[in-house]
C-alpha cells in the first residue's frame, strides 16, 4: 500500500515542484543523487573508480513533453560524453527513452537515441538505455534491437517483475544485445507482473541463468545479497569467469556490499544519478524500501 502510494506520488507533477524547491527533500536525495551538476557527478565517478568501480552516468530527466527539452537532453548526454571521455574516466551513461523524446514520437526518440550513440561509439563508451514502465518495454526493446543493428555499443535493461521478461531476454540474446537484469521499479498490475516478491525474485533467478549462459556480458543489477550469492555459485558451477558479467548497484545503496564485491574481483558499476529532476526517482527509491522514509523523519526533525 505504502509502496503504491509512493508511486502514484512520483507522478505528480505539483508535488514534485514542492518537493524539487523544498530545501529538507533536496537533503534527502543526496543520499541518492550525487549532485545537481555534472561536476558533481564527475567527482563522485571519480572518487569510485579510485576504488575499482566503474560508474553509470544518469542524468536525470524523464517523460519529457517538449521537442526541444529532448532533444536539449541528448546534447546534455553528447557533452557528457565528451567530459568522460576528456577526465579518463571509468563511466558510460544510462539513458531513459521518455527523456529523449518517446513520449512525443517514435521518430524523435530514435533520432535522438541516434545522436547520443554516434557520439558514444566514436570513443567506445557504452549506452544503456533504461527501461522504464510496461507502456515502453516493447518499443524501448524494438529500437534498442533495430539500433543494434549499426550499434555495438546499445544495450537495454529487462524487468524480471514482467511475465514477458523471458523472451524479450531470447530476442535480445539472439541480436546479441547487452541486458542488465532488474526486478523492476513501476507499479504493474497482475495482469503483466508477478504481484508477489517471492516471485519477482524466482523470475530473477531464472533470468540471470539465461543470461549468464547466453547472454553478451550480463549485468546482474540488485542489491539482494541471496541473488549476489546464487549469480556467484552460479558461475563457478558452470566455469564462467569474473570478466564475463558484472555486478551493479545504485548510488548510495549497500557502498558496502560494492566495495566488498569489486575487492573480491568481480566487475561491479554504480549507477549515479544526478541533476536537478531528481523526484521520480527519489519516490522509486522510497517505494523499494519504506524504511526509507525514516531518513526523511530524522532529517526533518534535523533540519
Ligand atoms: C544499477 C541499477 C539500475 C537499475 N535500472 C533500472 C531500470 O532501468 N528500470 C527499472 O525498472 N528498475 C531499475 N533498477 C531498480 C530495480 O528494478 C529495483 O527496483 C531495485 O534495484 C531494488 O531491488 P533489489 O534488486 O535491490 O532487491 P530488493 O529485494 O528490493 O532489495 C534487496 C536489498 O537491497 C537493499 N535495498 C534495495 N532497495 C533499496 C533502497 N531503495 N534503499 C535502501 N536499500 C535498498 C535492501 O537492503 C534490501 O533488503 C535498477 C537498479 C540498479 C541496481
Known amino acids: 500500500m505504502l509502496k503504491e502510494s509512493m508511486l502514484y506520488l512520483a507522478k505528480q507533477d505539483t508535488i514534485r515542484e514542492f518537493a524539487q524547491r523544498n530545501a529538507i527533500a533536496r ?20 572518487e569510485l573508480n579510485r576504488r575499482r568501480i566503474s560508474v553509470s552516468l544518469d542524468h536525470l530527466g524523464e517523460n519529457t513533453r517538449d521537442a526541444h527539452e529532448a532533444t536539449a537532453a541528448a546534447n546534455d548526454y553528447i557533452a557528457i560524453i565528451e567530459r568522460i571521455q576528456r577526465e ?12 529523449l523524446g518517446l513520449d512525443i514520437s517514435e521518430d524523435l526518440a530514435h533520432e535522438n537515441l541516434t545522436r547520443v ?3 558514444a561509439q ?9 527501461m522504464e514502465a510496461s507502456d515502453y518495454t516493447q518499443r524501448t526493446v524494438d529500437l534498442v534491437i533495430a539500433l543494434s543493428a549499426a550499434f555495438e555499443n546499445v544495450g537495454t535493461v529487462i524487468q524480471s517483475a514482467l511475465y514477458r521478461s523471458s523472451d524479450d531476454v531470447a530476442r535480445l540474446i539472439a541480436a546479441g544485445v547487452r541486458v542488465r537484469l532488474v526486478k523492476g521499479a513501476y507499479l504493474e498490475p497482475a495482469t503483466i507482473a508477478y504481484p508477489h516478491k517471492v516471485e519477482v525474485d524466482k523470475a530473477y533467478l531464472q533470468l540471470m541463468r539465461q543470461l549468464m549462459e547466453y547472454g553478451v556480458y550480463p549485468a546482474l543489477a540488485t542489491h539482494d545479497e541471496r541473488i549476489i550469492n546464487a549469480a556467484i555459485r552460479f558461475a563457478s558451477d558452470t566455469g564462467i569467469p569474473r570478466a564475463r558479467f558484472e555486478f551493479q548497484m545504485l548510488y548510495g545503496i549497500r557502498r558496502d556490499l560494492q566495495e566488498r564485491l569489486a575487492a573480491t574481483g568481480y566487475n561491479v558499476r554504480v549507477y549515479v544519478p544526478y541533476g ?4 521520480p526517482y527519489l519516490t522509486r527509491r522510497m517505494a523499494e524500501r ?3 522514509l525514516m531518513f526523511i523523519v530524522s532529517n526533518t ?3
Open 276 to 279: 536537478t529532476h531528481w523526484y
Open 301 to 303: 526533525f534535523r533540519g
Open 27 to 46: 537533503r534527502v536525495a543526496r543520499r541518492f543523487v550525487a549532485g545537481e551538476t555534472l561536476d558533481e557527478a564527475i567527482t563522485v565517478a571519480h
Open 122 to 130: 566514436r570513443y567506445n563508451i557504452f549506452v544503456r538505455v533504461d
Open 290 to 292: 519504506p524504511a526509507n
Open 117 to 119: 550513440l554516434t557520439a
Open 88 to 99: 579518463g574516466a571509468d563511466a558510460n551513461i544510462s539513458v531513459k527513452l521518455t527523456a
